[in-house]
């Protein structure tokens, strides 16, 4: 079994959608929980960041974590073209300098159509 | 600020042959992280300096790679004697410290034909 298993897709919206991304986890150490997204030939960049259960919320993005259900969630609200991209979602057990060690799913490739 | 920097962004080389990929951290940082993602595959931890000091290599998937960073500065990661396997993207990131956030290059893209 995967650490971290995550649907690829992909997965097309028009654009004023709300958007919704999973991940699941079988890890229960994992406590550090983050959304990168990435466009196409980029490196990953960091969306959001949060620490155990609950919910973050960051302008028109939403994360969600739910670590009794081992599955977080990032919401993306009024959805933008500019929004395409490949969301990652990676997690680490955040003990000492294991904290670094990132552990990613495969990433969904979004597209926003106008 | 200059971000997370790596050279070459792209290579093609032939099976048997030896690449050397390096990262140049954002300036300060004294964690640098190597992962490297392969073709269908999530991106996968590699190993992890604290200055130039291997803090965690259990990434490294066999002893045809060997990374390095002297001087705690920039670091080189060298695939001696490429396999076709091998190819895939090879990212770089760095961060300020431990639990700080972690930012990524842009990837060497290495193929091995």
């Known amino acids: 079994q995967k650490e971290v298993e995550q649907d690829p897709g992909p997965l097309s919206v028009p654009e004023g959608a709300i958007v919704s991304l999973n991940c699941t986890y079988s890890?229960?150490?994992?406590?550090?929980f983050m959304w990168y997204r990435q466009y196409s030939r980029k490196g990953p960049e960091l969306l959001m960041y949060?620490?155990?259960?609950g919910n973050k919320e960051d302008g028109r993005f939403t994360a969600q974590v739910d670590k009794s259900s081992k599955y977080i969630s990032l919401f993306i609200r009024d959805s933008q073209p500019s929004d395409s991209a490949t969301y990652l979602c990676?997690?680490?057990?955040?003990?000492?300098?294991?904290?670094?060690?990132?552990?990613f799913g495969r990433g969904t490739q979004l597209t926003v159509w106008p | 600020e200059a971000g997370v920097t790596q050279f070459p962004s792209h290579s093609v080389i032939e099976k048997g042959q030896t690449v050397t990929l390096r990262c140049d951290p954002i300036?300060?940082?004294?964690?640098l992280y190597w992962y490297r993602r392969v073709m269908g595959k999530e991106i996968k931890f590699l190993l992890h300096?604290?200055?130039?000091?291997?803090?965690?290599e259990s990434g490294m998937p066999n002893n045809r790679f060997l990374a390095e960073r002297t001087g705690g500065t920039y670091s080189t990661l060298k695939v001696q004697p490429a396999e076709l396997e091998d190819s895939g993207v090879y990212f770089c990131?760095?961060?300020?410290?431990?639990?700080?956030?972690?930012?990524f290059g842009e990837g060497s893209w290495l193929t091995v034909v």
């Open positions: 990676a997690m680490s057990a955040g003990r000492g300098s294991t904290l670094g060690r990132l552990y």
């Open positions: 990131a760095s961060s300020a410290g431990i639990g700080n956030t972690i930012y």
């Open positions: 300036s300060g940082h004294d964690n």
């Open positions: 300096f604290v200055k130039e000091s291997k803090q965690d």
């Open positions: 890890n229960s150490a994992f406590q550090y």
């Open positions: 949060t620490y155990s259960s």
